[in-house]
Structures are given as C-alpha cells and as structure tokens.
C-alpha cells in the first residue's frame, strides 16, 4: 500500500459546482496536510495547509482533515475555469513531504 | 523575489549522454529538493540538501544519478549516462527549513526542466 493514494481522475464538472477532492494516508506519523495546485507546465504552488483534524478555510477553498480515518478533502465552492489544473495533497511527518499523485480537475464554462 | 529558478526548461538529448540540470534557490533558503514527476510514478522525491548538506539521498533511483550543492545558491542534478527511462519533469524546490514549523517547511518550487532522453 502505498503511503498516500490519490485518485488521479480526470475530473470534469461545470462551472458554479462544488468540487470535492480526496486523499487517504496510511501513515499515522503524518501530522501535517498540504495542497498544491499545480497549472500546465508550471511547478507546483502551496495553496492550503493544515496541522490538525478539523476544518480551514480559505476564501471558496476548504481543507478538510480526519487523522482517525486518515482521510483529507479539499472543497472548492462555485468552481471557476480558472481552477482547472492538477490538484496534489501533500504530508509529513518527521520526514520530508510525500505527495500524492494529484487529481487532474476541468472545470468547464 | 525571482523564486526558483531552473535551467534548462527543456533538455532533449541522446541515450548515454551526460545531462545537467541546474537550480537557483530563494535567496535565505536553506532546504533545496530535487523531484522527478511522471505520469505513472508522480512526484517523486529524489534527494534534499538543508544548509548545503545533502540529507537524504535514497529516492536517487540509480548510481548515474548524483547531486550537488556548492553553495546556498546553486545546485545541479546529473545524469550520466541518460536513458530513455529517465525522461521526466525535474523539479527543483526550496524552503526556508526543516524545522517542524510549517511555516518554514512550505517548499517553493521552480518551472521544472523537460527533459526527453532519446
């Protein structure tokens, strides 16, 4: 099993919908969650960390966190074409950050 | 602030060729990683440096890689010899350390370098 798993999708949704994006973890060590988005040919950018279980929010961007089923969310409310790009989870622990393999999401005029 | 810089953006070469790819880190940095990104295999973390000091190497998938950091504001990433297999999306990042507070430990990453082995 690998450490953390992403579903890769591709992920096609109209503009104006919720979208939901997910990882699962295996290792319990992780204590801190991150999401990069990554655009076309560009490197990946930080969009959103969180440390603890519960909620964070950011302007139409939620990160979601459940440590007891090692499971993380990323929201985006009122989807925006300007949102389409790849979407990666990140975590750590004592070690460096192992990333998932991103969802690739389009969101559609 | 330039960010990471990387060159080259793209690299296309012949199996058994040398290849070097360089990075320029934020200036105050002091954590720089070297990933490759796949299609199958994603992101992949291949060896970090903190205050120049290369940390951990084992996702260098072979002896033909190897990595250096001369000084705070440079490194390079070599291949030799390239192979077909090689061909991938090198990442450079840094962040201001590794110290547990996430704060310090965003990473920032470069464009990337394209690199296609023949």
Redo the contacts between chains.
Sequence with gaps: QKEVEQDPGPLSVPEGAIVSLNCTYSNSAFQYFMWYRQYSRKGPELLMYTYSSGNKEDGRFTAQVDKSSKYISLFIRDSQPSDSATYLCAMKGNTPLVFGKGTRLSVIA | DAG?IQSPRHEVTEMGQEVTLRCKPISGHNSL?WYRQTMM???E?LI?FNNNVPI?DSGMPEDRFSAKMPNASFSTLKIQPSEPRDSAVY?C?SSRG?S?R?GQ????????TRLLVL
Aim: hydrophobic share 40%.
């Design positions: 990471v990683f295999r994603g992101l973390l970090y951990d990442f990042a590794t547990g996430i430990e965003t990473q920032y990453f470069g464009p990337g």
